[in-house]
């Protein structure tokens, strides 16, 4: 059974930092490409980041760009968000995913429940 349970989530001032973890069971998780999404309130769930299984390899969407890393200790299970200068519009409930199938992306992920990252103007 997997599990995916985050953690860092909160308030904080525009301009300010957050790093979400993201601790993952039930797979070899080594095995797997590694994801964020998020969800704003009133809006479509969307695309974060993604890891790739050495972590070599990372991809972001545009709007966090230069903002955000994400990263992974396979040695810990977990896979990371930093996220820096934010803004209001990072405001939304943050979900870490694994595809279904190892090594791959696109398809169905298990989802974790979600932390609230909430920032301040």
């Known amino acids: 059974q997997v599990q995916l349970v985050e953690s860092g989530g909160g308030l904080v001032q525009a301009g300010g930092s957050l790093r979400l973890s993201c601790a993952a069971s039930?797979?070899?998780?080594?095995?797997?490409?590694m994801g964020w999404f998020r969800q704003a309130p009133g809006k479509e769930r969307e695309f974060v980041a993604r890891i790739s299984r050495s972590g070599g390899s990372t991809y972001y969407a545009d709007s966090v760009k230069g903002r955000f890393t994400i990263s992974r200790d396979n040695a810990k299970n977990t896979v990371y968000l930093q996220m820096s200068s934010l803004n209001p519009e990072d405001t939304a409930v943050y979900y870490c995913v694994m595809p279904r199938v190892p090594d791959t992306w696109g398809g169905a992920y298990y989802w974790g429940q979600g932390t609230q990252v909430t920032v301040s103007s």
């Open positions: 039930g797979r070899t998780f080594s095995m797997y490409t």
